[in-house]
């Protein structure tokens, strides 16, 4: 089984800032990806970044960058240069399991022009 | 190469019926995964189909049930609708599904409304 936390319901940052989001993770699947999911108003999920478990170099993608910390079950979501159109919730989650996706609870993030 | 579609895109029943959603897969995915999203609960794990057969299921009655399609397209059944079923369907493609480590890529999912 797996569970994923986010324990920041909501975020703020002013535009071309930088903002990290949090995750922890508990998993007994020993291969298992982590990935960060953006879904705007119009509710399409989008993948943001992914991360395999058994790299230890961080996933980057353009603005977007992960903090990965194994031992300590941590995934956390930085975006630099904060753009409106980063504004969505945002959704940490574990695969690699029989259970599909397991999705934490999101954070909604604000980008204030 | 086009991504997942879902068709309806919103639907409105009332309860006691049943409804069907529909999801096509990117080409080449064998694999379709169903979610539900509520504000309550948030995305969870419906089932997953892959080459037609079902593999996993979640944690949700037998009034929810699907099928896949040689085609790889999926349906998704809800019987004797709930309120409580009134929730944003998502479906996931993938090439190999779960136990894999593939990415799953989700279609702009379908609003379910029930009176």
New interface residues.
């Given amino acids: 089984a797996q569970t994923v936390t986010q324990s920041q319901p909501e975020m703020s940052v002013q535009e071309a800032e930088t903002v990290t989001l949090s995750c922890t993770y508990d998993t007994s699947e020993s291969?298992?990806?982590l990935?960060w999911?953006k879904q705007p108003p119009?509710?399409?999920?989008?993948?943001v970044i992914?991360q395999?478990a058994y790299k230890q170099q961080n996933a980057t993608e353009n603005r977007f960058s992960v903090n990965f910390q194994k031992a300590a079950k941590s995934f956390s979501l930085k975006i630099s240069d904060s753009q409106l159109g980063d504004a969505a919730m945002y959704?940490c989650a574990s695969?690699?399991?029989?259970?599909?996706?397991?999705?934490?609870?999101?954070t909604h993030l604000i980008i204030q022009p | 190469k086009a991504g997942v579609t879902q068709t309806p895109r919103y639907l409105i029943k009332t309860r006691g019926q049943q409804v069907t959603l529909s999801c096509s897969p990117i080409s080449g995915h064998r694999s379709v995964?169903w979610?539900q999203q509520t504000p309550g609960q948030?995305?969870q794990?419906l089932f997953?189909y892959f080459s037609e057969t079902q593999r996993?299921k979640?944690n949700f009655p037998g009034r929810f049930s699907g099928r896949q399609f040689s085609n790889s397209r999926s349906e998704m059944n809800v019987s004797t609708l709930e309120l409580g079923d009134s929730a944003?369907y998502?479906c996931?493609s993938s090439y190999r599904g779960?136990?894999?480590?593939d990415?799953?890529?989700?279609?702009?999912?379908t609003?379910l409304t029930v009176l």
């Fill in positions: 291969d298992y990806y990935f999911y119009s509710r399409q999920m989008i993948l992914r395999e959704f695969g690699g399991g029989a259970d599909g996706l397991t999705f934490g609870k999101g | 995964s979610y948030g995305l794990f997953e996993n979640g944003l998502l996931a779960a136990f894999s480590t990415t799953q890529y989700f279609g702009p999912g609003r």
